[in-house]
């Protein structure tokens, strides 16, 4: 089993269960919670500022009701089944999007892409001079692997000219 794949899917489940908790905790409501943010901001200041007690309480207490407004904490436990429901599927989804890599076949080889792509480009036709201009390949790079990808019939040679085999 691959580490990074187990520990990447834990990660994005239950972050994922954690903030469809939240979600549920606060009713959906991002601007109750960042008004209650805003707020108890405003009490610490007031309390920073030299406030009288008696004008810092009723702000904490302003604060405490504005927080009962937006929490919902019977919602949020009833729903905590949902939330994880939710955070499974994340899991599931970034397992398979994770897995689904180390599933396919392998690619071509990285030379050979630079060959087609120059290929398709031409209309088919190049040269190893063209190669040599217009790729990262070395001549000897270049002659390597058009030589294996004629040994694969994939290309085929007329004098200095290679064309792709359709």
């Known amino acids: 089993m691959n580490l990074p794949r187990v520990a990447l899917t834990l990660l994005a489940g239950l972050s994922s269960a954690l903030i469809a908790y939240s979600a549920f905790y606060v009713r959906g409501d991002t601007a109750g919670v960042m008004r209650y943010l805003r707020e108890r901001g405003d009490v610490r200041d007031l309390a920073a500022s030299g406030a009288g007690p008696a004008e810092v309480e009723a702000a904490r207490q302003n604060l405490a009701a504005l927080a009962e ?16 429901l939710i955070g499974l599927l994340v899991a599931w989804g970034v397992w398979r999007l994770f897995g689904s890599r180390v599933e396919r076949p392998p690619r071509t080889d990285v030379q050979e892409r630079m060959v087609l792509r120059l290929a398709y480009r031409k209309g088919g036709q190049f040269t190893l001079g063209d190669l040599s201009v217009s790729s990262p390949l070395t001549e000897e790079q270049a002659r390597d692997v058009t030589r294996r990808m004629q040994e694969e019939g994939r290309l085929a040679r007329d004098g200095e000219t290679f064309r792709l085999v359709r």
């Open 69 to 84: 407004q937006i929490a919902a904490p019977d919602l949020a436990a009833r729903t905590l089944p949902v939330a994880l």
